[in-house]
């Protein structure tokens, strides 16, 4: 049974197109089969699929509504993206999730063809591929709903052509990657902004300054932005028309403001991303000392030299982001292409050198992390059911998870037992690989109770008809807005809706307790009423409710429902 495991990796890592299509087929059972397992999780899934919803509802490709308020936080290419697939496979969370599970399967191929461009073996780009596509935060991010993985599709062809724009020698060929890597870019600002020149620009200056290739240089930089205006300036120029505060809200608030405030949304120390890539790329991250020694002692001046400019790519964005005020988990996603690269030469070159010590200690050590997951999960299951995240009637959930921790365990014994190079590399992704494959079915109920309001909307899908009042909470107001199919929301607070309410002919939205009160005396109990808040809800707002309301709840989350005379509802 070795031999043949054997065998059949080393023909793997020999031919091209049957490594190519293996990993297409792998991609596929992974990111996109599982897409409509399971409900959007709020806030960013649901806000991320409401938006491209009420886009096609209103037809407006322009401006992007939330709740039917101007939501200018974000361009309109990674919504666009969304509601065709919406117009394609209607609105559902699989149709949501698919363009951006699609772009981390694009990226990944990027990694393999610009590995095999850059002079590395084609056993390096496969490595490359699958280290992505198997790292835990690309996983769990690319089978979401989030803007981040079209930013890193956009951003990683954006400077792969530019690189190669400044290594081709015919002007031709170099035009033609410059123009790539325009076209890349500015699709990169329709999705996030101004990281589009941030990121490349860090990344790519020094590269040059350090190579020592200005000349061209500045030829290759004006097709590149000459280009990305052209992709630009047809919406930058509509979104003025439509609304003139656009760009300095987008620009003070969303990028300069968010970037330095001290008082900056999800504010965290500048160690933050360093403390959290061991977990975001797990299990290959911990390799990090084994590639280190594999990229010693370069091959040639080509390997060498490409090795710096992935290392440059990786590290500058990486202290980038942390020097941001405001971090989330997500923004060191463009971080990962690079990175995954490095490893799967690292990875490759030091055991191709036949050394084995460094390696093993390692898949050893990552056996044991699996390991203590293992018992953490059989010890709270049995001794300390406080502790343990699934409740008696998950039986399969709870199954799930630690037969694939225990899965992995075993792909991390391979590694340590098999002297085949190619099958310890393919062990090594082992180690995650059952996880991520039963992911979305071993979710703990209770996790769907902090994340996944619909539960407590599903009622109400079709049964609220168009005169009912639907009022909530901002926090929950994504979730219901796409689950209730409604843009015509009232809010309790203002969240992040804070601007799009700040417009004098959106301001009524907002109510304060006496806004309410005014509200419900003016309906005088014609219409139906539905009130959704979470659990600590301000109980100002639920007194002045009528005390017919009845009460439901799920988890974090609460709906009051009162019956009206007109356009009736059922208050399950």
Known sequence: MRGTFTRWANNLCGRRLSAVLLVILFFICLYVLPLGVRPLFSPDESRYAEIPR??????????PHLNGLRYFEKPPLGYWLTRV?????????????LPSSLATGLTALLIFLFSLRLGFTQKIALAAAVIYLT????FVVGT????????????TAGIMAFYLARQATVFRQRSLYAISAGISLGLAFLTKGFLAFAVPGIVLLPWVIWQRTWRGFLVDSGIVLLVIALISLPWAMLI??????????????????????DNAQHREPFYYFLLLLPVLAFPWISFAPVALSGLRNPASAQDKSASRFLLLWFSIPFLFFSASSGKLATYIIPCFPPLAMLLAVGLVRYLDRGKRTLFHAVALLNALVLGVLILYLAYSGLWHTDAYPYAADE??????????????LLGAVT?????NTNLKLFASGLMILPSLAVAHLAIPKSFFEHYAPQYLLSHYHDSQPSETIVISTATVVHAVAWQLKRDDIYLIDRGE?????????SSYRHLDAQGLSILLAANNGQRAVLFFCTKDCNQQYIDILPSSAGRHNYGEYSMWCVQGMKGNIACH
Request: aromatic content about 16%; cysteine-free; charged content about 15%.
């Open 54 to 63: 009420e886009m096609l509802t209103s037809g407006n490709w322009v401006a």
């Open 85 to 97: 697939s919406f117009a394609v496979f209607g609105e559902n969370a699989f149709a949501a999730r």
């Open 135 to 138: 790292s835990l935060e690309i």
């Open 144 to 155: 979401t709903v989030i803007l981040d993985n079209y930013l890193t599709l956009f951003l």
């Open 240 to 261: 003025h028309i439509q609304a003139e505060d656009f760009w300095n809200y987008f620009f003070w608030v969303e990028h300069v403001k968010r970037f330095l405030s």
């Open 395 to 408: 039986a399969r959930s709870a199954i799930l998870l630690p037969t694939s921790l225990l899965l992995g």
């Open 415 to 419: 590694v340590l037992l098999n002297k």
């Open 497 to 505: 809706l804070d601007y799009g309410l700040s417009y004098a002919d």
